[in-house]
């Protein structure tokens, strides 16, 4: 989407600076075009004021604007009376557009080429006397006035250059931009399947020690049908087949991808029933439990996911304590959202497991997965939640959630 916005903006762009280049040079033309009609008539009224003061003319020989390439005065019957060569006075004219000024009582202009290949601009106008009717022939330079138009088209060069070398750029950039997205792509995806086999070696790790149990067990009730210890291993067997369907479910819960059922629940009444789960071997284990959360405590998200995570983290801290200790829940309301911590008083996590421990199958345990923090975190995060873990070796664990609030989907 923001590709295609940046190259219609780019288009755009280049169309309207194309544009009012071509509409700056379009302009300058007939600017030319009005700058030569005024020096014309500036001049046409010179000769004219001359012409009434002095018949002869003669006084046109001190006339000489920087533009004028040469002027001539004809007669009605095309003698020239005077001009800038004095050679050519009392010549015929072989042209015959100054019939055609004088029916028309009005000038005819435009552009010329003179025999030396200059480009210039001649101006014919009728010029009225007291004692006749004349006509005046007015040659100029273009220079001047068509330096607007050579500075316009430099422009329209230059801005036509300018664009032309950033949509090259761009296109170098994009292309530049597209191989190393690619590459990173690529990489990602390298990762990816070296994380698979890494992932596939371990849960194939994971499964074939259950199962090697499994098969062992059943061999041997298999050869002794009638032994005594077949309830024993009857009892490992299940016992290994749990295993293995824990690992699945656990397996399941981490690739789950729906979207989160979003309800509006007391946090205190969540904590009181992922403890109830754990009561007998909070007993057992001899466990003092310190929970600290206000009845009006309310937490906003899938409630049976995040009882998933609480539950989690009550057997980690559990099975932390084998020898007992205080597991604390706590949980209080920060701005919107809330902040949930789990703490135990037993062994504690090394400082160079700490980096490692929401890394799938990652784990310190003996018959652990290590699935289960890396799921409490994917479930936090799909709240926008962050999860943290603050341990030390033989100090205990403090597992602290932060959740925000809103509606997550």
Known sequence: MLKRVLLL????????????????????????????????????????????????????NTLRPKDLAFLAVLDRDGIYRFHSNPDLIGTRSDDGRY????????????????????????????????????????????YRADAVVRKAELNMTILIGLLLTGWVMAAFIYRFALREELHHLEMARQEGLARLGEMGATLAHEIRNPLAGIKGFAQIIEKKPIDSRNSEFGRLIVAEVLRLENLVTSLLSYAKTERNAVSLFWLKELIAHSVALVSAELAQQKITLVTDCAESVQCRGDRDRLGQVLLNLVKNAVQAMPDGGTLTIAAQTRGRGVVISVSDTGQGINEEDQARIFEPFFTTKARGTGLGLALCKKIVEEHQGTISVTSAAGKGTSVIIELPGGVWE
Do not use: C
Request: glycine residues 6%; without cysteine; negative net charge.
């Open 99 to 142: 019939s055609a000024v004088l029916q028309k009582a009005d000038a005819i202009e435009g552009r010329v080429v003179l025999g030396t290949g200059e480009k210039a601009y001649e101006f014919l106008a009728p010029l009225y006397l007291p004692d006749a009717e004349m006509i005046l022939r007015l040659t100029l330079h273009t």
């Open 9 to 60: 903006s780019g288009v755009g762009l280049t169309v309207a600076l194309l544009w009012f280049a071509i509409s700056n040079y379009r302009t300058a033309v007939p600017l030319a075009e009005e700058n030569l009609r005024g020096v014309a008539l500036s001049i046409s009224s010179a000769v004219e004021n001359a012409a009434v003061h002095d018949p002869t003319f003669h006084s046109l």
